[in-house]
């Protein structure tokens, strides 16, 4: 006989149980328990901390967004472009931007379609195409074309991932939490059975003296 399956209440799985005493059966199926409980954990940490390196990502771009914005000048209408584009701000403004931008897997955060410079991925071969970088195309690809609306645009977009993720990440942290309560449970209980057996077990050999 094996059990299998996982239900509601984390009774668990896959433990050959036919060829033991209750007591042996009963704590296999307890240490199946507190492994799993284990496994779902160590799932749920990486998902936290995943979720976590995309917030600090997010930021990254909303800090180079910020950036962009305050090389404008302080008239400067919804249509302008940052004034005296050239390699010194491509260099300070937009391949650092792309790049916080790529970093966080975005593909459209509200600017128009232009071609921009990002840093070549030398590890896998790429090299400049552009004056000072390598050039890409998209709708998440800031240029010395892009207007002081759309950066604005882009930052109120950016503050509401941001927003949503931190949401979802106390969603995380509060399953974490319950998962985390969850296995202490299963270890505890675990701990507790394997020192009745042993009371048990010593106080049958100390009646057959």
């Known amino acids: 006989m094996s059990t299998s399956g996982v239900n509601?209440?984390?009774?668990?799985?896959?433990?050959?149980?036919?060829?033991?005493?209750?007591?042996?059966?009963?704590?296999?199926v307890q240490g199946e328990r507190t492994r799993l409980l284990d496994a779902q954990l160590a799932d749920q940490i990486k998902a936290v901390q995943a979720r976590n390196?995309?917030?600090?990502?997010?930021n990254n771009v909303l800090t180079a967004l910020n950036a962009a914005s305050a090389a404008f000048g302080s008239d400067a209408k919804a249509g302008d472009t940052i004034d005296d584009w050239g390699p010194?701000?491509?260099?300070?403004?937009?391949?650092?931007l792309n790049d916080a931008i790529r970093s966080a897997g975005l593909s459209d955060i509200g600017f128009e379609s232009r071609t921009g410079q990002r840093t070549p991925d030398t590890l896998n071969g790429e090299t400049k195409d552009g004056k000072e970088g390598k050039l890409i195309t998209g709708k998440a690809?800031?240029?010395?074309?892009?207007?002081?609306?759309?950066i604005e645009t882009a930052i109120t977009n950016i503050?509401?991932?941001?927003?949503?993720?931190?949401?979802?990440q106390q969603m995380d942290m509060?399953?974490?939490?319950?998962?985390?309560?969850?296995?202490?449970?299963?270890?505890?209980v675990m701990t507790n059975f394997i020192k009745k057996m042993q009371d048990s077990r010593s106080s049958i050999i100390g009646n057959m003296r």
């Open 8 to 28: 509601a209440n984390m009774l668990v799985s896959n433990v050959d149980i036919s060829s033991m005493d209750i007591e042996t059966a009963l704590l296999a």
């Open 53 to 58: 390196d995309q917030i600090a990502k997010l």
């Open 88 to 96: 010194g701000k491509i260099n300070s403004i937009e391949i650092p």
């Open 141 to 150: 690809v800031f240029s010395g074309g892009t207007t002081k609306g759309e």
């Open 159 to 168: 503050k509401g991932l941001i927003d949503n993720q931190s949401n979802s």
């Open 174 to 188: 509060l399953r974490l939490q319950s998962m985390s309560n969850k296995r202490n449970e299963a270890f505890d």
